[in-house]
């Protein structure tokens, strides 16, 4: 645990490959097959831009706002990712007290190094999301739902775009195997994952995903259900039709199907079919506070990133986690500023040109 200063989140990710052992780094970083939507994920901020306006009288930009009732510092929040004990011996729980700690939102994955309970626990009392990958065995997704209601899940995330894992070749490189158990399958199924490659993990995950799984999840659960991993409009018409409370667009950081556009990409047209309807939220590729404010005028309420918080957690632990987000609002609001926003809401109704 020690303080970690930041200049960009980038430099994060050389800093961490020193100190994660690679098979870890390696499953962290990687994207699929030859990362060309990884990379495109990085590339589609830039081919639009903020429109700089002056003359708005904007001094000390607010950037607080809220989703489903809950009040945040930041429109920046934790996505779900897996196995956070590969980066730090606190895991999860570490990245949850960063996170509060910052004001804002942890997605907690189902396949968690730490408990449900434990990573709850050290959230103290700050909103956070459970991240469910729905198993062909119903009885494990209704413990999972009963355990991150039980301990005050705001919401569920329901990630859909995994019904396979994407072809990566650094784990296959490094013939990686999980060396830590997964928390809540080591609880709720027969194999904890540990010494598990990802592919086997992977294979007790629902294949055939559909509305209506989406629909049992939110009746069963009975909290707001974020459909995560939407690329298309059609897609999120078809979540909102089977119960959704919110979209998640996003392309897992190019983990999944590569050759596909880069998330920004696509946000556009997926935030003009919600219309307003949901919360969306917007996440792979942001590691600036211009791609946050681009994403919001593009039609996100919230904006999450995954990889930066990863390093940052090895790096520093709890206060790394807290620093990650805090300097990434930070750059998000000199943005705000120089393009004449005072708040939030002003940012989703800002200009983008496309020159
Ligand atoms: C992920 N992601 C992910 N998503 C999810 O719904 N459940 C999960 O368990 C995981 N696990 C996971 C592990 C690792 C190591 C990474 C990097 C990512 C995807 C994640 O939620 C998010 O979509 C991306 O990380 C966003 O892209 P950036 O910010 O990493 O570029």
Redesign the pocket.
């Known amino acids: 645990e020690q303080a970690i200063k930041i200049i960009n989140l980038d430099e994060l990710e050389d800093q961490a490959r020193q100190i994660i052992p690679q098979g870890g780094f390696g ?2 970083s990687e994207g699929s097959e030859d990362e060309w939507t990884k990379a495109r ?1 990085r590339a589609a901020f830039n081919t639009v831009q903020i429109a700089p306006r002056v003359l708005h009288s904007v001094e000390a930009p607010s950037t607080s706002t809220s989703v489903f009732g809950v009040s945040i510092k930041t429109p920046v929040i934790m ?5 956070q004990g590969l980066a730090h011996t606190r895991g999860e729980a570490a990245t949850a007290e960063g996170v509060a700690a910052a004001g804002t939102i942890m ?1 907690q ?3 968690g190094t730490t408990s449900i309970a434990e990573t709850a626990e050290a959230s103290k009392g700050a909103p956070w999301f459970f ?1 469910l ?1 729905m198993s062909n065995d119903w009885e494990f997704n209704e413990a999972l739902l009963d355990e991150a209601k039980s301990h005050g899940a705001a919401a569920v ?1 329901l ?1 859909v775009d ?1 019904m396979q894992g994407g072809y990566r070749e650094p784990d296959i490189r490094n013939e990686f195997q999980f060396p830590l158990p997964m928390a809540n399958l080591a609880a709720f199924s027969e194999t904890s994952g540990k010494g598990k490659g990802i592919f086997e993990i992977y294979a007790a995950a629902k294949q055939k995903i559909t509305g209506a799984d989406v629909r049992r999840v939110a009746e069963y659960v009975g909290l707001p259900v974020i459909v ?2 939407i690329q298309d409009p059609c897609d999120a018409a078809l979540a909102l039709g089977s119960g959704a409370s919110g979209i998640w667009v ?1 392309n ?4 999944q199907l590569n050759g596909g556009p880069g998330s920004f990409d696509v946000l556009p047209s997926i935030a003009r079919a919600v219309n307003g309807r949901v919360p969306v939220i917007f ?4 590691r600036r506070g211009s791609q946050v404010f681009k994403a919001l005028a593009s039609g996100a309420d919230l904006v ?5 918080a ?1 390093y940052a957690l090895a790096l520093g632990g709890a206060q790394g986690v807290r620093t990650v987000f805090e300097y990434l609002t930070h750059e998000f609001r000199i943005v705000m500023q120089l393009a004449g926003t005072q708040t939030v809401d002003d940012v989703k109704r800002a200009k983008l040109l496309h020159y």
């Open positions: 499953y962290i994920n996505a779900p990712t897996a196995a997605s994955s189902t396949y991240q990958y995330v990630t995994s995560k991993g996003s897992h950081g190019g983990r996440d792979s590729g942001v999450a990133i995954g990889r930066p990863i």
